[in-house]
């Protein structure tokens, strides 16, 4: 089972695919919080393969709107100096403030959401780590799926970590809701947790899947998280050792073609490590997700394509050297045709008065029309891409220094640019530079205009320190790096969930 091979589909989700996704969205129904005890059972008493729909049922917390949509956008892009709220100038007046201005309130629903949502999914996943531990079972398939469990409970955890700083460590199956009253715990606890679980899910994860199971968790997601999981902390030797895992794993590439990783032919191809899966038709629509819909371009017509949040700014735009094809890849501009489906835009009015869109979320028209909706909720979510592991891998070798280091830090920083060039040598040269301070700010810029409004630039920001520098003229103080927790979990709590320092 450890060595089954990936084919990846790179047009159309097959029906074993959409099989797969059904489950997860059917046995993500169950409220894990309301749950019963399930008792001790013997290894005899679990039908094979009986772990699988439950497991299933933490992937469908995946998709949920805290954790993949909306609120997913606003804390990780909206917060940064590539995006604004976007949408027409009256909508979300509130989260303006709070997501472009930097004026939390304590009660707001977008980060009310995103705390719940994901604490749903930890919820989830406990239950299945405590069935799995009950049982005892220790054959592959159960221990695949422990280690499924154990990497989206480390996924969530990551998540709230960077973005409220000390939360509650929830590492126990809940079956009454008085069990999750606790106090929070510090971040150097809940990071041990995180290594303990990604170590366990890299140890059996399987390499690659067959392709009916496309999208479902891998060794190499479970590394590259630990990877990023460990830049967080400035663990550079650790963080290199586990990209490298993934680097020398030869089980990624990047794709020849930037633009066509955005596209609905282009989800879960070579250079994908982890991607929320989605699917959409008339009759099924519980199983897309929001992510395209809420920054989908806000017209009428055949152009109200979403709701027109989280759209690039010309810091953004005007971060693009000249002639790199990325940035026609990442905008889509109002008032012009855009390739690759050639339609007109709209341009920017009054009311919505947005230049550009997220490019990375537009929809192939014939897509829009075969499944009845303007809204994408079928499109994936990328989360993490081979690109970013070797921009990863560049980061912490050039920060480790030395010759072979630095040598390897331009060579992985040089496969990222080589593709965005597309055999033009006109644009883009080489970087060559072997000074630390120069190369660090190299590998900091094609991070930026490589994974352009793919949710990465505000903890990037964050966690090199320089937050402060580039967004205190938007408002930003300090502080700022933490959401402030929820003032309804605090209420609930009655005492024992103290809120952030500063709020």
């Keep these: 089972m450890k060595n089954m091979k ?38 005899k008493d679990i039908p094979a393969g009986s772990f699988d729909s439950q497991v299933f049922g933490v992937y469908a917390r995946m998709r949920a709107f805290g954790v993949s949509a909306l609120p997913y956008i606003a804390v990780h892009n909206i917060r940064s100096d590539d995006a604004v709220k976007g949408s027409s100038v009256t909508d979300g007046v509130e989260a303006e403030n709070v997501f472009d201005k930097f004026q939390y309130i304590k009660d707001q629903g977008l980060i009310n959401s995103y705390w719940s949502d994901h604490y749903a999914l930890i919820n989830a996943a406990n239950a ?69 679980d990604l170590q366990a899910a890299a140890a059996s ?38 990209a490298k895992q993934v680097i020398n794993s030869g089980n990624y590439s990047l794709v020849s073609d930037y633009s066509s990783i955005f596209r609905e032919a282009g989800e879960n191809n070579a250079e994908s490590i982890l991607e929320i899966q ?38 953004l735009a005007n971060a693009f050297e000249k ?108 970087i060559t530079t072997t000074d630390q301070a120069k190369l660090r700010e190299a590998i900091r810029h094609e991070r930026r205009v490589e994974l352009g409004m793919e949710n990465e630039r505000f903890f990037d920001l964050v966690r090199w320190g320089i937050a402060d520098e580039v967004l205190r003229p938007l408002g930003y103080q300090p502080r700022n790096r933490y959401l402030p927790i929820p003032q309804g979990e605090i209420d609930k709590s009655q005492g024992v969930l103290v809120q952030n320092p500063e709020y």
């Design 6 to 43: 990936m084919n990846f589909l790179k047009s159309t989700k097959s029906a074993a695919t959409i099989a797969f996704i059904g489950l997860v969205t059917l046995a993500g129904c169950n409220d894990f919080l309301d749950r019963e005890p399930l008792g001790r059972y013997t290894e």
């Design 128 to 196: 299945v780590i405590s069935d799995i531990d009950s049982v005892g079972a220790t054959d592959d398939g159960t221990q695949i799926n422990l280690a499924e469990a154990k990497f989206m409970r480390a996924y969530a955890y990551f998540n709230l970590v960077r973005t409220y700083g000390e939360v509650p460590k929830i590492d126990f199956k809940v079956t009454d809701a008085a069990q999750a009253n606790i106090p929070k715990s510090s971040t150097t606890e809940i990071f041990t947790l995180i290594d303990s």
């Design 205 to 242: 994860l399987p390499a690659t899947w067959d392709s009916q199971y496309r999208g479902r968790l891998t060794q190499g997601a479970a590394q590259a998280l630990q990877a990023k999981t460990f830049l967080w902390r400035k663990n550079w030797t650790s963080a290199l050792a586990s």
């Design 278 to 315: 989605a699917y959409y038709d008339i009759s099924q629509t519980g199983l897309g997700i929001q992510y395209a819909q809420v920054q989908g371009v806000r017209g009428s017509g055949t152009f109200d394509l979403g709701w027109g949040w989280n759209t690039p700014t010309d810091s």
């Design 323 to 430: 002639g790199d094809p990325r940035k026609d890849a990442t905008l889509l501009y109002s008032g012009q045709v855009n390739a690759p489906f050639n339609e007109n835009i709209p341009p920017a009015t009054t009311s919505i008065p947005s230049p550009y869109w997220n490019k990375k979320v537009y929809t192939n028209p014939v897509d829009r029309a075969a499944k009845n909706s303007r809204f994408g909720q079928w499109m994936n979510l990328r989360v993490i891409r081979y690109a970013d592991v070797l921009l990863w891998a560049a980061e912490a070798a050039n920060e480790l220094g030395g010759e072979q280091n630095t040598t390897d830090a331009l060579g992985w920083l040089e496969m990222v640019r080589a593709r965005a060039r597309a055999g033009n040598t006109t644009v883009l040269p080489k």
